[in-house]
């Protein structure tokens, strides 16, 4: 009897060994795992060498026609993560080509691996075993007659235990019902404490934020009130903690003056200032807040008290069942959603659960209160011991913004994406220059040739990625991980902050031909923003060291020193971009924790200040005289650009700053320019967002 072929469990290609059955992929001895979508592409493109397969094919084996995803942008996140796995890239691929629009083409030789002969034996012995069988055929037929009716009763058994095991896990399955239908952003969303009615904030079509009220079984969702009002939470006894005249901060948090409202109608009491964030406890009696004060946030409960502060930001405070523990996200840099989920005790012990997150979005106490879920490239959730599990894949962008009392589920599919646009004196309007899916441009070169900008998103893989474009639209160039910085005004090198095992890490990259090089850091752990002086030699950044506030200091990347410039306190005008030195490289700009701001001699000389601005206002270009200071507004779309003296302090409008279509964009969040303004580039973000009511997760 000839023994029955099996397809090929291994494959051999490049240096890699890839095992179909387990996902393992080794490589010179070492050996990784892929996970299920990067490995369900490789195999898809392996079985076919040589060949387009289409996206459109790739969907369709990759994911169930029910599944809750943008199959476009997980599409994307596959095959970014394959080629990480891989060391291939998409401008010089070894093994997996693009076409354009159409698929993708797996160009490498794949060679079976032939089995070793511990893996062949069990169909062996599966022979044997017939060929016993067979001759003990007729000793056994007696006894076979006998066992026919116990077998069949059995059968019937096992297919009916089947048939409602079936039916069982079918009810089991995760249920998902879209509660919104307009286009536009999904600020925050929250039950009533029946379950099943739902407020939340959003922005649709274009139009300014506002609160709405559904009900999972009425689509149509109702405006709840009127003016600026955004909600935060909703306590067990039916009040609401609201925001009153809110600004727009970042992402989707407001700041604005906390009040408590009944449920059921009636004016607002005021609690609190300056206060993004709040959570009742679980009495529904009393308030912890996060609030923004002098450059810092911190999480106050009783308001008042401190129980914890950073120089970063914090978002998503959440009360724990028992009410000894408040959960959050605790995020590094403004306004970045990398960040740690953790929880603080009410004698201000912190810990972090979970960290190292690209990007994270919204969390809630489990039904049990064990554990913390958290939303980021999938939901999951850790146990305050720090182990983590998947409780939902979505290979989409999410945000998990409650869980009732009965474990329904309030999530947000979130189309996330930020543009690059630029104008220069050839171009009769601005025009779209983005990369990837995600363009913060940080810097622009002296003649507005040139673009550095980072890749955030799944676009940009972990950590983010360095690119580099020229103005004519030709195809960007990636210089590095981490995140750009700025661009010496030679153009010939850009500052990076690539992130490390202990901090970030700042790096000087040629932008043509050279070699990369790692500056000392000098004990620096976040690096926000970064300028060159005119002699390409010296590097102005504002940065963070432990223990203190951030201020700016001056590295020569020739070993010629390190000194601080300001005081702390003083920062940097964002942390995606600022031309902070200006043109004859003799002073620099900053904002103080006051929101007042001051020039500084580079020399040591001392400062000055100039004007008081507001917190959202972000300078981030010198003129060309030096006697003058751009700077535009965050939290506006559009964005008004103005020019403020130096010496009388008056205020000139420039510019405005206006996607063609506003709907679903957040923020202007960075902003570059030539010295003579005759060109310049600015990013902005835009979420799309589809309100969800999940059921039977567990």
């Known amino acids: 009897m000839s023994v029955p072929t099996q397809p090929p469990r291994q494959f051999r290609f490049?240096?890699?060994?890839?095992?179909?059955?387990?996902?393992?992929?080794?490589?010179?001895?070492?050996?990784?795992?892929?996970?299920e979508k990067p490995l369900q592409l490789l195999v898809a493109l392996v079985e076919r060498p040589g060949e387009l397969v289409t996206r459109e094919e790739l969907k369709k084996k990759l994911w169930n026609s029910d599944t809750f995803v943008d199959f476009d942008l997980s599409l994307n996140k596959a095959v970014n993560r394959l080629r990480e796995a891989l060391q291939d890239s998409a401008e010089q691929p070894r093994f997996i080509e693009t076409l354009p629009r159409r698929g993708y083409r797996f160009i490498a030789e794949a060679v079976p691996v032939e089995p070793a002969l511990s893996e062949k034996q069990p169909v062996l012995r599966d022979q044997a075993i017939a060929t016993t069988a067979a001759t003990e055929s007729v000793t056994r037929r007696v006894r076979s007659s006998n066992s026919i009716i116990v077998a069949t009763l059995l059968a019937a058994g096992i297919l009916a235990g089947a048939f409602a095991a079936r039916k069982f896990w079918a009810t089991r399955e995760p249920r998902?019902?879209?509660?919104?239908?307009?286009?536009?952003?999904?600020?925050?969303?929250?039950?009533?404490?029946d379950g099943h009615t739902v407020l939340y904030t959003a922005a649709w079509d274009g139009n300014a934020s506002g609160m709405f009220t559904n009900r999972?079984?009425?689509?149509?969702?109702?405006?709840?009130?009127?003016?600026?009002?955004?909600?935060?939470?909703?306590?067990?006894?039916?009040?609401?903690?609201?925001l009153l005249e809110r600004t727009f901060i970042a992402h989707r948090q407001f700041m604005g003056t906390l009040a408590?409202?009944?449920l059921s109608g009636g004016a607002p009491r005021e609690v609190a200032e300056d206060v993004t964030d709040a959570d009742w406890t679980p009495d529904g009696d009393k308030l912890a807040i996060v609030r923004a004060s002098r450059g810092r946030y911190r999480i106050e409960f009783p308001i008042g008290k401190v129980l914890y502060e950073t120089n970063g930001w914090i978002s998503d405070i959440r009360f724990s069942k028992s009410g000894d523990l408040i959960a959050f996200l605790d995020h590094q840099v403004f306004p970045d959603d990398s960040g740690a989920v953790a929880v603080v005790d009410l004698r201000g012990n912190k810990r972090v659960l979970s960290g190292g997150w690209n990007s994270v979005e919204g969390l809630a106490w489990s039904v049990d209160g064990n554990q913390v879920w958290f939303a980021t490239d999938a939901l999951y959730a850790v146990t305050l011991s720090g182990k983590i599990r998947t409780v939902l894949r979505t290979g989409t962008?999410?945000?998990?913004?409650?869980?009732?009392?009965?474990?329904?589920v309030l999530l947000s599919e979130d189309n996330k994406g930020i543009s690059m646009m630029l104008s220069t004196p050839d171009s009769k309007t601005e025009r779209d220059i983005s990369w990837l899916k995600s363009s913060v441009v940080t810097g622009i070169s002296q003649d507005g040739?040139?673009?550095?900008?980072s890749e955030q998103y799944a676009g940009g893989g972990p950590g983010y990625s360095v690119y580099l474009r020229k103005a004519d639209g030709s195809d960007a160039v990636r210089l590095s991980k981490g995140s750009s910085l700025g661009l010496s005004r030679d153009g010939k090198w850009a500052a990076a902050s690539v992130a490390g095992s202990s901090g970030d890490e700042l790096w000087i990259l040629p932008t043509g031909p050279g070699t990369p090089k790692r500056l000392p850091n000098f004990g620096v752990q976040y690096y926000y923003a970064a300028d060159w002086l005119p002699d390409n030699k010296r590097i102005l950044f504002s940065g963070e060291m432990p223990g203190h506030k951030p201020c700016f200091y001056l590295v020569d990347t020739e070993g010629g020193g390190f000194r601080r410039m300001t005081a702390e306190g003083t920062y940097g005008a964002a942390s995606w971009s600022g031309n902070i030195v200006s043109p004859d490289g003799r002073r620099l700009f900053a904002k103080d924790l006051n929101q007042d701001l001051w020039t500084?001699?580079?020399?040591?000389?001392?400062?000055?200040?100039?004007?008081?601005?507001?917190?959202?206002?972000?300078?981030?270009?010198?003129?060309?005289?030096g006697r003058a200071i751009y700077f535009y507004r965050q939290g506006q779309v559009p964005a008004r650009v103005y020019r403020v003296s130096l010496v009388s302090g008056k205020r000139e409008f420039w510019k405005e700053l206006r996607p063609a279509d506003t709907t679903g964009v957040l923020d202007i969040i960075a902003v570059v320019s030539t010295p003579d303004g005759s060109s310049y580039a600015y990013s902005f973000d835009r979420w799309l967002s589809d309100l969800y009511l999940v059921q039977n997760l567990k």
């Open 14 to 35: 490049g240096e890699f060994k890839i095992d179909l059955q387990t996902g393992e992929l080794s490589s010179n001895g070492r050996k990784s795992t892929l996970s």
């Open 176 to 193: 998902f019902q879209q509660l919104t239908f307009h286009r536009g952003t999904v600020f925050s969303a929250r039950f009533a404490p």
């Open 216 to 242: 999972s079984e009425f689509p149509e969702s109702r405006p709840l009130g009127s003016g600026k009002v955004h909600i935060l939470a909703i306590s067990r006894l039916g009040e609401m903690a609201v």
């Open 260 to 262: 408590r409202a009944p």
């Open 397 to 408: 962008d999410i945000t998990l913004h409650d869980i009732s009392a009965a474990g329904a």
């Open 449 to 453: 040739k040139l673009l550095l900008f």
């Open 600 to 625: 500084y001699a580079v020399d040591g000389s001392g400062g000055r200040r100039i004007t008081h601005l507001a917190s959202a206002d972000i300078p981030f270009q010198w003129t060309p005289d």
